[in-house]
């Protein structure tokens, strides 16, 4: 198994800022599945602040798992983790919760609430034992709820909303948590690909004014390449980090796809079908 290969520790345009997200021979899977599987061999990255970041990768190669174990909703198989730059398997869960948010692809358990509730929820580290909110956190909620245009929506029972207004909700929550690391699995799937653009814009915004790191995983690379400051690329064995340039020189965007299927065209910077 190969380690990543990482690009980005070979530009010359400056030192690094220290990472706010960090895996050292991180090795992810399922060693209870029959047979156990470890995938993408061993992840070597570091993140700095500021930064939008994508994972990309064929289906079934391992992004939503990578998401998961960063997030620490499933252990590593092996290696570590670091968050802040502190081992995150060593961080008390509410320290945690207050470095990093996450959401994932399945719907919130709470579609009963109206938007501003569940949103609301993502200051779940910050408040009393009774929930009771400041108004500090009353603030980040307003804020987040602007960031995804959803004033209108704010009184909506969620359960009355289409998967993509759901998608901007649960992408609100993350913000209202006000987490310096964001972490999505698929957060454009249900949005059209004017939403899309808008909330990868409206992502790298946040990451660029406010300092905070947004890494999700995707199959729009096209858009990841046009909008991202880091992709990782998965594949079964091994992985590519660096920025979409570096990429697109190394060419590792060209062996993504079988290419008698499609085809990356460097002088565009976009996918092709083979015909
Ligand atoms: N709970 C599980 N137990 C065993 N294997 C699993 C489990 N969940 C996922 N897998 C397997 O792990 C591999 C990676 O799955 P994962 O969902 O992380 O891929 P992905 O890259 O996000 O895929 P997609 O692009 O289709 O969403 C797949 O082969 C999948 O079948």
Redesign the pocket.
Known sequence: MESTEDLSRKSTNGQAADPILEATGLRIG?PG?KPP?S?CGELNFGLPSGLLAAVV?I???????LLRTLGGMQPELSGEIRIGGKPAAKLPAQRRARLQSLVLTEPPASRNLTVTELVALGRHPYTNWIGQHTGEDRECIEKALQRMELGNLRERPCHTLSDGQLQRVQIARALAQDTPLILLDEPTTHLDLYHKVQILKGLRAIAHDTGKTVLF?T?EIDLAIQLCDRILILHRDRSVFGDPCQLIEQGAFEKLFPEETVRFDRESGAFRIAK
């Open positions: 399922y599945a599987l995938l990768g289906n079934g190669v391992g992004k939503s798992t995983t199959h």
